[in-house]
DNA sequence: TCAAAAGTGTTGCATCTACACCCATGG
DNA sequence: CCATGGGTGTAGATGCAACACTTTTGA
């Protein structure tokens, strides 16, 4: 095995939503002696050499977060030669990498989950893991920050992909829930009867024979995706 | 300088727009004794250690073709285990590269010129460029003929974009060549009047006090695009 | 009875589609 | 005068935006 002085990686930029609010994911890298501090990180790692880049992605979401059998959509390389060179970030690297001095070219991928059905727990490579809601992401390790910003725009070009939006819904939803995943995602607001209009002449909507309950007020009815 | 058994390259789809039809370009790997026979590629090279993706792909389109300063825009990473391990691609391989056994990722880039704007030169390191009708591409190196594919797909995704589509075309156009090249890219017939209704509505078309000449029927008005 | 969110229709406007004939030019 | 592509308008259908009140439930 020889060393190498440019390295491929893949960082995953998981959304969720809890019913409310969508979120992105981030994890603790994994903190060790001599480290001073950990930061935040997107899930993500070198790729193996004889290892598919989608592969990688899943693998290297389960082994963090165990998260398993997502749909991981690539969205963009980023590739800048100093991408993982300031030095917030060098300490961390010097720590965990064969090769911190390495060029790191990454593969980005986003993917869709709601909460309750998946619940990501953090590996021993990670310290723990963490949702952060999309509009207060705090300050990530490398460029980060720019890889969740790209992500989102991606989002909301694909959105009107067909089921795209159900990845992130419950099993059972409500069409408000539909829609603040939505006015989210495209950060605007929509409106209630114009949507729902839309929304059921997609005709991929099912109304179930169940309301919400626990609420203090009118409850709402519940949906799921047909067929 | 340690050898490395992963490499990042780019690989460039670029399309062209000669009045009639859109084309895609590829260029002959350069040959060598040895080497068998040729193939047909995308313009591609390895990324330097130290260049970022965006430079690395204006650099190789340079090297290769001699087209300089073109918009290049990202679509996609390729990075499939055996994506240049096939039997037709090896022994090319293995005339040219440090480390023929490597795995190649590559990050693909496409771009849109007006052929008569630009006039792609074959350097030294590639036999000869060819213009090729993107209906009938012949079979490529390693997994060209799916990144055309896939760079096309992206294309078709973004050709909304304001004047994305302006960059394909000359300075002085007509109306039906900007029909045509629309067709040819989402491969579909439009209608003539909505069309035009269409893109005039856009404002960003100026009608010059000149017509098509040396054609054998009604000479066409010319148009530019605006400011 | 109050608060909170669910649920529901209409109208005007803009946009899209389908469709057919005359015009200007060169050969 | 013929062949070739250039150029033009209308009507119907569809889709989108704006807009407010009543209902159901729990507290």
Request: contains cysteine; aromatic residues 8%.
């Amino acid at each position: 095995m020889t060393s190498t002085n440019l390295d491929i990686s893949v960082d995953c930029v998981v959304f969720g939503f809890d019913g409310q609010e969508v979120k992105v994911l981030v994890i603790e890298q994994r903190p060790q002696v001599g480290v001073s501090k950990t930061q935040l990180a997107l899930p993500g790692d070198l790729v193996r050499v004889d290892e598919n880049l989608d592969d990688a992605a899943q693998r290297i979401l389960k082994e963090l977060t165990n998260l398993n059998g997502l749909y991981l959509h690539q969205f963009k390389a980023f590739g800048d030669i100093n991408r993982v060179s300031d030095f917030k970030d060098q300490e961390w690297l010097r720590a965990f990498r064969t090769n911190p001095e390495a060029r790191v070219v990454t593969v980005a991928y986003y993917s869709l989950i709601p909460l309750e059905k998946y619940k990501p727990q953090a590996s021993s490579f990670a310290g723990h893991v963490e949702w952060r809601s999309i509009d207060s992401i705090p300050d990530l390790a490398f460029d980060h920050n720019k890889i969740i910003h790209e992500g989102l725009n991606a989002l909301k070009r694909d959105l009107d992909a067909v089921d795209l939006v159900f990845e992130l819904l419950p099993e059972k939803f409500t069409l408000t829930q539909l829609q603040t995943v939505y006015e989210q995602i495209l950060d605007k607001e929509l409106d209630k009867r114009n949507f729902r209009k839309k929304i059921k002449s997609l005709g991929r909507l099912k109304a179930l024979d169940e309301k919400e309950k626990d609420v203090d007020h009118k409850p709402a009815q519940l949906y799921s995706t047909k067929s």
